[in-house]
């Protein structure tokens, strides 16, 4: 894979690779942040359990089911246009976001901003790795890893001081700031367009049927363990199969499943990320509510303490990325994966009177875990497919770490609904939500054995 020529000079790559560490850690800022301002978001809003789940949930929702078309789009008419598009309307809906007054009005808006993230994240790897040589490539996603953890590791402390002392609505607005800087820098500094294909035609049933279908699955997790659940999540997999099929027969699909079906490299990465970000997304959602609504934490003091697993995670995952270059990046991620599953048996334990170290312990070793399997995952991803692919590649990487993230939530809401029932989050009972807890972190526990084996099993890397 060749170098592209827009990005030649190694003071060009370092001002992409700003832009798209930036950019990268808009999302990942936003949502450890607005963890911690879930219950004061609760308390003016006055929302339901179901209600409260669905602030995050939305907003990965619409990312999700947009992922992939949005990366196609992006593929015949140009990259940057795209991205850049995509982050004005991230733009926007953060401030409307930060203006509303009423949950759904929240849920909505929220919705719409995943719409510009779609867009934003459809491209921003597929970018990287066109600009980027194949030998420098882990070093390129250990960095984007590392941002995306800083901003973790920040979005925790930084949400909760601005919850504690000003509101919720300054982390919309604080969000929207930064998406503009994204905007400005990257119209200026990303040079090429990259299109792929000039004369294909966009599959407009194609892109109906995935959003039909990914939609129905996410949305029926949400609402288990009642009998539409499972209504729903029948239809969203027979929808997905029709996808499938239907996709296999197009000249111009929208996603190659091609590639997917016949690179077992790329099929089992991407199945361990779905699997990874379905086993983790929860974790800090449930913790944020515990420490604060059980333990009776300040956002601040919740934060600090939350802080730890980001920063871990962000250290570990700089080294994994440079040294995936150098070693199996399969043993890396694998390792990554075993770490978690660990963890998550520590976590699966945690009572109303669970000393904080050990939570801080805990902590560490997610946030080794997460970070050792991050970025040699990427990288396998990305360098398993053909330059032609990259945009499929970075769009299907990206849809399965929403659709895993909201599976997660899935998890998450469909335990505080089976144990605590829709009502006012603040009347829920500590033993009743430390038990929806302790069956989310089991489920969790679970998916991430099953990510180990996909992890091991799927072969070398691909060499370019």
């Known amino acids: 894979m060749k170098q592209a020529d827009s990005v030649k000079s190694p003071s060009n790559i370092g001002a992409?690779?700003?832009?798209?560490?930036?950019?990268?850690s808009l999302v990942p800022f936003m949502s450890s942040a607005l963890n911690l301002a879930l219950p004061y978001i609760n308390k003016d809003l006055t929302l339901n359990t179901v209600m409260l789940g669905w602030i995050p949930t939305a907003y990965m929702?619409?990312?999700?089911?947009?992922?992939?078309p949005c990366a196609r789009f992006a593929d015949m008419t140009g990259r940057k246009r795209v991205f850049i598009w995509g982050v004005?309307?991230?733009?926007v809906f953060s401030v409307l976001s930060g203006l509303a007054t009423t949950g759904v009005v929240l849920i909505i808006y929220r919705f719409l901003a995943g719409i510009g993230s779609a867009m934003m994240f459809g491209t921003s790897t597929a970018i990287l790795t066109s600009s980027v040589p194949a030998e420098k490539r882990g070093w390129a996603m250990g960095i984007i890893s590392a941002s995306v953890y800083f901003s973790l590791a920040a979005g925790p402390f930084i949400g909760g001081l601005l919850t504690q002392y000003l509101d919720w609505h300054s982390i919309f607005f604080v969000s929207a700031a930064i998406s503009f800087i994204v905007a400005v820098g990257g119209y200026y500094i990303i040079k090429d367009d990259w299109k792929e294909e000039t004369k294909s035609k966009f599959d407009t049933i194609g892109s109906v049927l995935f959003a039909i279908g990914l939609s129905a699955l996410i949305y029926g997790f949400t609402t288990l363990p009642r009998f539409q659940g499972f209504i729903f999540i029948g239809v969203g997999i027979v929808v997905l199969l029709i996808f499938a099929f239907y996709e296999k027969k197009q000249e111009f699909p929208v996603f190659n499943i091609r590639v997917f079906l016949e690179n077992k490299v790329f099929r089992l990465s991407s199945l361990s990320a779905l699997i990874n970000y379905s086993a983790t997304f929860a974790i800090s959602f449930m913790l944020s509510l515990y420490?604060?609504?059980v333990r009776g934490l300040t956002p601040r003091d919740a934060g600090l303490l939350l802080i730890i697993q980001s920063v871990v995670q962000a250290v570990a995952s700089l080294k994994s990325g440079s040294l995936s270059d150098k070693m199996s990046a399969?043993?890396?991620a694998t390792l990554g994966?075993?770490?978690i599953a660990v963890g998550l048996v520590g976590l699966c334990f945690i009572s109303e009177g669970t000393s904080y170290y050990f939570l801080g312990g805990m902590l560490i070793l997610l946030g080794l875990g997460f970070g050792i399997f991050s970025s040699p995952n990427t990288n396998i991803i990305?360098?398993?497919?053909?330059?032609?692919?990259?945009?499929?590649?970075?769009?299907?990487?990206?849809t399965m770490r929403l659709t895993g993230q909201s599976l997660s939530m899935g998890i998450a809401i469909m335990s505080i609904s089976l144990m605590v029932g829709n009502i006012n989050m603040s009347a829920v009972?500590?033993?009743k939500f430390i038990n929806s807890m302790q069956i989310t972190f089991v489920i969790c526990l679970i998916l991430c054995v099953f990510g180990i084996y996909a992890s091991s099993v799927r072969g070398k890397k691909e060499k370019d």
């Open 16 to 24: 992409l690779l700003f832009i798209l560490c930036l950019a990268s």
């Open 61 to 68: 929702l619409s990312t999700a089911i947009l992922q992939i």
């Open 88 to 91: 004005v309307i991230l733009t």
């Open 291 to 293: 420490l604060q609504n």
């Open 330 to 332: 399969t043993f890396l």
């Open 337 to 339: 994966m075993s770490i």
């Open 382 to 398: 990305m360098s398993s497919v053909e330059k032609k692919h990259y945009g499929l590649a970075s769009a299907t990487m990206g």
């Open 429 to 431: 009972s500590p033993a």
